[in-house]
């Protein structure tokens, strides 16, 4: 009977000098489970040049592979190039900031074994700024009330994955990735386990507030279509509001020596319609370049260097 193998996918950004100690405690818990791993480093264009120590940790360790990105493609594109490469029965994904604990995958691993395709591990105690933990609170929220999916925001990326449920994340075509909601997408039996978040000792996040309202949008109109159904919505709300006052006016005007107001009403009336107009249409014009970019079919990341 075959070993059970285990491929580690950890997309590298802003944090090589924990690369080092990351290996050691992943060599350490990996052993516990099976001797047939594979440690995958994904180098997306990190400005502190991590790919010098993923050659020399593949040099001393030939389980451990680098890929390196061509320019930094973002953080769901490398996971992606990871998963690509990855052979293990089951696939774990985690950061390389050391929040994610190397031995919380014994763990996860164990709560495979009661049937489970995916174990997603549920950060309950996070070790996270409060303005970080807010805005992700509220960017799940309304992520799950346009796709019309649970999110948790005490979950990330951090889990373990079967190879079944990793090949129905690689045959999806779409062009903008975001693991998370990509996982969720393809079914299988999940579930959520409890593990502890470190605080994080090197470096910092790099996601800016920009970057992450940048993404939020992405996503949301990526993964759903309500927005334009909520336009749909608001403009027939609109309407029948628009025909009652319509029909109050009429009346009065028609029974009564009532005056309608003029030029500021017509005016104010004007530019709320206008502006929704143009906010509809910009709405629109997004999807219309999403299809545009589907269309396209550029790679969504382009490899440069494989150990």
Not at 3 to 29: D, F, H, M, Q, W
Not at 193 to 209: C, I, M, P, Q, T
Request: charged share 20%; with cysteine.
């Amino acid at each position: 009977m075959s070993k059970t193998s285990i491929s580690v996918v950890i997309p590298v950004y802003g944090c090589a000098e924990s690369l080092e100690k990351l290996y050691n405690r992943l060599n350490t818990t990996l052993t516990t489970i099976t001797e047939v791993f594979e440690i995958i480093m994904v180098n997306d264009a990190s400005p502190d040049n991590p790919w010098e120590t993923i050659i020399n940790l593949s040099q001393k360790d030939k389980r451990v592979k680098g890929i390196n990105l061509s320019r930094n493609f973002g953080q769901h594109y490398a996971i992606s190039a990871g998963l690509a490469h990855a052979k293990g029965d089951w696939i774990v994904v985690m950061d390389c900031d050391l929040q994610d604990q190397p031995e919380e995958i014994i763990k996860l691993y164990n709560k495979t074994k009661e049937g489970y395709d995916v174990v997603f591990a549920k950060r309950e105690d996070r070790k996270d700024t409060f303005f970080k933990q807010l805005g992700s609170k509220l960017f799940y929220k309304l992520l799950s009330y346009l796709t019309d999916t649970k999110q948790d925001p005490s979950i990330a990326n951090f889990g373990i994955y079967s190879k079944q449920s990793i090949e129905a994340v690689l045959s999806m075509k779409d062009k903008l990735k975001y693991f998370p909601v990509m996982i969720r997408w393809v079914g299988f039996n999940c579930t959520a386990f409890k593990v502890e978040h470190a605080a994080r000792d090197v470096g910092e996040s790099s996601y800016s507030l920009s970057s992450l309202i940048s993404l939020s949008v992405d996503i949301m109109l990526s993964f759903s279509d309500k927005p334009l159904k909520l336009a749909i919505k608001l403009g027939f709300i609109i309407s029948i509001l628009s025909f009652f006052i319509s029909l109050s006016i009429l009346i009065k005007a028609t029974l009564t020596n009532y005056i309608v107001p003029g030029w500021a009403s017509t005016m104010l009336s004007l530019w709320f319609l206008g502006g929704l107009i143009i906010m509809v249409l910009g709405l629109v014009g997004i999807y219309v370049g999403r299809t545009f970019n589907q269309v396209k079919d550029r790679p969504t990341y382009i490899i440069k260097d494989i150990i």
